[in-house]
């Protein structure tokens, strides 16, 4: 009885993960966060502008495309305390859609790969 609902859980998980790769949603964040089957990656993002809406309580949600370490893009949502300065590059703690922490890095700083999409493409 045991083995099958961890096999239940373990496929719910699983499809889960891939039914929501292009949602970031705060339910999907949620999943994410817990879900062991979700690895742990940096996002890389380039702010603007145009991509901060400001909350309640003066907080801004931020949703817009980053690109991971190897250079793929997704769509990721991240909140912030206060607007950011425009046209930095962030370097997010994401587990799937789920941002942990964000911390400003350099151009230099930014791997390779996401300098092909982030410097160029922004």
């Known amino acids: 009885m045991i ?3 961890l096999t239940i859980g373990t496929v719910t998980l699983v499809t ?4 929501t790769k ?3 949603s705060e339910l999907v964040q949620l999943v994410d966060r817990f879900n062991p089957f979700v690895p742990e990656k940096k996002v890389y993002v380039k702010t603007s502008d145009e991509y901060g809406v400001l909350q309640e309580h003066d907080s801004y ?3 817009q495309e980053g690109v991971n370490e190897d250079g ?3 769509k990721i949502t991240f909140w912030t305390p206060q607007k950011l300065k ?3 590059y962030l370097e997010l703690d994401a587990k ?3 941002v942990e ?3 400003e890095v350099t151009e230099q700083d930014l791997p390779d790969a996401v300098k092909d999409e982030l410097v160029t493409t922004h």
């Open 3 to 5: 083995l099958l609902v």
């Open 16 to 19: 889960w993960s891939y039914f």
């Open 22 to 24: 292009d949602d970031s």
């Open 61 to 63: 949600e931020y949703t």
């Open 72 to 74: 793929q893009k997704i």
């Open 86 to 88: 425009e046209n930095a």
């Open 96 to 98: 799937g859609k789920h």
């Open 101 to 103: 922490s964000y911390q």
